[in-house]
């Protein structure tokens, strides 16, 4: 009898290596959409169709798909080899012959990269004294390291990781606790991408935020209002062309124009590069969520999800 068998425990693994005719999944599935298709009617009836009605019903603007989050939330939460792969009866195995190595996870990746005398793996604005073995990726800022050995330090702009190699895969751990304090890092970015360009917090306390907003060539945000801040936009480059009240101002590098709470306003590119500009905002409340609609180019709704913001 033939089967596929996902993560076995260790006992029913160690039993497997000691069998000839056990093969190892690499992670490779071919099969058609119909096939698929089909097992998930059989196998995942739940899925397919919250996953269909998430499709039906999704907003297409620009580039982004925005599914129908009511019925896409109803999606379960399990991987493909359960939910099909363990059940599916239309599957047939080949071997691999060509070199092959699982990247799934950040020790993982410092196997295949490039080390250096020290065997560490270093990628960015790294300095490291007295370090060996370990996997260092500095994406946004210097990071320096001392003294350490068998680790896994990650850089980025939200937060940063430091692990040693064995326990890089509890990322998930950590992410599901971040979720359990409702930390705003498990939820929203430092940059975010918007149909329009993006925006990217460079600063925020108590009362104020700081924004670089980009926006591209022919594009413009929604017309809004918001209740609890004021602006400040500052342009750095490009043009811009800002509806403020029921006035329009088209504004070169180094102009700005203020914009009150509770006033409705708009900011276009009408340039032939990409817009920049510089945001300050200043309320008694900056959540992403404090915006009125009026208008959107790309049919955004109102009641949208708290991270949809601009």
Partial sequence: MSAFLEKPNKEVAEQLIKQDNTLWNAGIFMFTARSVLANFELYAKDIALYAEQALTKAVIDMDFVRLEKAAYEKVE?????????EKAQNIQVGLLTSPWFDIGEWSQLAKVCDKDQNQNVIEGDVITHNVKDCYINASSRL???????????????????????SASQDVKKLVEELKAKQHPQAYFHQQCHRPWGTYEVLDNDAGFKVKRIVVK?????????????????????????????????????????????????????????LLEIIEIQVGDYLGEDDIVRYDDNYGRLQNEIKSETL
């Avoid at 939460?77 to 792969?85: G, L, S």
């Avoid at 990650?154 to 990781?161: F, G, M, N, S, Y």
């Avoid at 509806?243 to 509770?262: A, M, Q, T």
Wanted: proline content about 3%; overall charge positive; aromatic content about 4%.
């Fill in 77 to 85: 939460a399990v991987p493909f080899d359960i939910a099909i792969m």
């Fill in 217 to 273: 060539i022919g594009q413009s945000l929604s017309l809004q209002s918001h209740n609890h801040r004021s602006e400040h936009w500052v342009v750095v480059k490009g043009k811009a062309l800002v509806v403020c009240g029921d006035k329009e101002y088209l504004l070169n590098e180094n102009e700005s124009r203020y914009i009150p709470k509770n006033t409705k306003h708009r900011l276009s590119n009408p340039g032939n590069e």
């Fill in 143 to 165: 990071v320096a390291v001392s003294g350490l050995s068998d680790l896994v330090v990650v850089e980025t702009k939200d937060a940063i990781l430091v692990a040693k190699k």
